[in-house]
């Protein structure tokens, strides 16, 4: 069975940082593309970051550009979200959930565009002072 | 970044209704649309993805279609376990982005 774990959310002092991990097993995580995906306390889903199977390829949304920082341990299983200068717009919880790809067979090659299958039950951070 | 809406925000509807749930894009998706569920304090469910596939152990009474930049969700006979947030989501191009999602709450 799937299984998304995740853990470091806490409250922090706005400018502050904290690292959110999230444990993946039941599948060959380093073939995996994974995402953060955070929820305002109230509001809708924004999806914050993405990283491919061997983490040489990074995406971010713009509202954490700069700020953030994704990554993963392929010999560990987990993925990781580093999270500096935080402000209280950051405050929310935070999923992390595995990628699935959608390939589109072009004429030459395939491109593959990546939803979220599977999610973790969250974390949630609060920045405030 | 590509903006999703979606229509109605909320709706109340009764046990064994029909209904449907429209999201647009901005610009065109093709079909690299997925469909969300989410019950309060609950993580996301994925339901549907490229706009009508459906995903495996998901009722077959949800459904998906349409493509480039109108998109629909129907629940063909409402269920009490269906009461919940509905959410799309395009995965065309990075960011991706959600809808603002659409309430489902009981009549």
């Known amino acids: 069975e799937v299984q998304l774990v995740e853990s470091g959310g806490g409250l922090v002092q706005p400018g502050g940082s904290l690292r959110l991990s999230c444990a993946a097993s039941?599948?060959?995580?380093?073939?995996?593309?994974m995402s953060w995906v955070r929820q305002a306390p109230g509001k809708g889903l924004e999806w914050v970051s993405a990283?491919?199977?061997?983490?040489?390829?990074?995406y971010y949304a713009d509202s954490v550009k700069g700020r953030f920082t994704i990554s993963r341990d392929n010999s560990k299983n987990t993925l990781y979200l580093q999270m500096n200068s935080l402000r209280a717009e950051d405050t929310a919880v935070y999923y992390c959930?595995?990628?699935?790809?959608?390939?589109?067979?072009?004429?030459?090659?395939?491109?593959?565009?990546?939803?979220?299958?599977?999610w973790g039950k969250g974390t949630t951070v609060t920045v405030s002072s | 970044a590509i903006r999703m809406t979606q229509s109605p925000s909320s709706l109340s509807a009764s046990t064994g209704d029909r209904v449907t749930i429209t999201c647009r894009a901005s610009?065109?998706?093709?079909?690299?649309l997925a469909w969300y569920q989410q019950k309060p304090g609950k993580a996301p469910k994925l339901l549907i993805y490229?706009?009508?596939t459906l995903q495996s152990g998901v009722p077959s009474r949800f459904s998906g279609s349409g493509s480039g930049t109108d998109f629909t969700l129907t629940i063909s006979c409402l269920q009490s376990e269906d009461f919940a947030t509905y959410y799309c989501?395009?995965?065309?191009?990075?960011?991706?982005?959600f809808g603002p999602g659409t309430k489902v709450d009981i009549k």
């Open positions: 959930a595995k990628d699935r790809a959608h390939p589109d067979y072009g004429d030459y090659e395939i491109y593959y565009y990546y939803y979220m299958d599977v």
């Open positions: 039941g599948f060959t995580f380093s073939s995996y593309a």
């Open positions: 990283i491919s199977g061997s983490g040489g390829s990074t």
């Open positions: 610009q065109g998706i093709s079909s690299y």
């Open positions: 490229a706009a009508s």
């Open positions: 989501q395009q995965y065309y191009s990075y960011p991706r982005t």
